[in-house]
C-alpha cells in the first residue's frame, strides 16, 4: 500500500469512529426551504436537465 492509500484508510477509520448516527449531512437552517429531492432528480432526468441549471421559479415546485 503506497502512504496515500494508507493515509486515506487512517482517515476513514477516524471517521467511521465519531459517525454514531449514521447522518452525514448538515443540518437544515430554520426557515430554510426543503426541496423533494428525489422528484427533482426524477424531473431532471425525464427533462434533460440539470439540476444548476434551474430557475428559482422551476424549483419552487420542488419546494415543501
Excluded: Q, Y
Amino acid at each position: 500500500m503506497t502512504r496515500e492509500k494508507v493515509a486515506l484508510a487512517e482517515e476513514h477509520i477516524d471517521l467511521e469512529s465519531v459517525l454514531t448516527d449514521g447522518r452525514m449531512t448538515v443540518p437544515v437552517p430554520e426557515g430554510a426551504p426543503r426541496i423533494r429531492v428525489r422528484e427533482l432528480d426524477e424531473w431532471c432526468r425525464e427533462n434533460g436537465r440539470d439540476p444548476s441549471s434551474l430557475t428559482e421559479e422551476e424549483l419552487r415546485r420542488f419546494a415543501s
